[in-house]
């Protein structure tokens, strides 16, 4: 069965290249959100296998979207992504819960290796 991703990001274009990167490649696109709050409530309505989510956005950052995630459900499967030069801020992500991170630009290889390491 394909697997369900969650694409939170903030930039419309981004959204769109993470989606034809993973349709491309068998997996369902369970939503997409433009920010952390949307990104939550998103999260609790389709219960998806993962959520790719940017770690800077307008309303609530991915950091506070990812605590607020594990805090409803603990077996959240959460990758961040960020720009170079985000290093703390990944950091804190990791310790928060996430996964494993995508640095931007996005690689197709490495988004595909994340997605594969974390929900096969």
């Known amino acids: 069965m394909a697997k369900n991703i969650l694409i939170c990001d903030d930039a419309a274009f981004m959204r769109m290249m993470i989606k034809d990167i993973l349709t491309k490649n068998g997996y369902n696109i369970a939503g997409e959100a433009e920010n952390g709050a949307k990104a939550v409530e998103k999260y609790n ?12 956005m307008p ?3 991915g950091i506070q979207a ?4 594990k805090a ?3 077996n959240a ?5 960020s720009a170079m030069g985000q290093q ?5 992500a990791i310790q928060s819960g996430a996964k494993d991170f ?6 197709a290889e490495r988004v595909l290796e ?3 390491k974390v929900v096969g």
């Open 45 to 56: 309505e389709t219960k998806p296998d993962l959520v790719l989510m940017d770690i800077t």
């Open 59 to 61: 309303e609530m950052d």
């Open 66 to 69: 990812l605590k607020n995630i």
């Open 72 to 74: 409803a459900d603990p």
């Open 77 to 81: 499967c959460v990758i961040m992504c």
């Open 88 to 92: 703390a801020m990944v950091i804190e």
């Open 102 to 107: 995508i640095v931007k630009p996005f690689q």
């Open 114 to 116: 994340a997605v594969k």
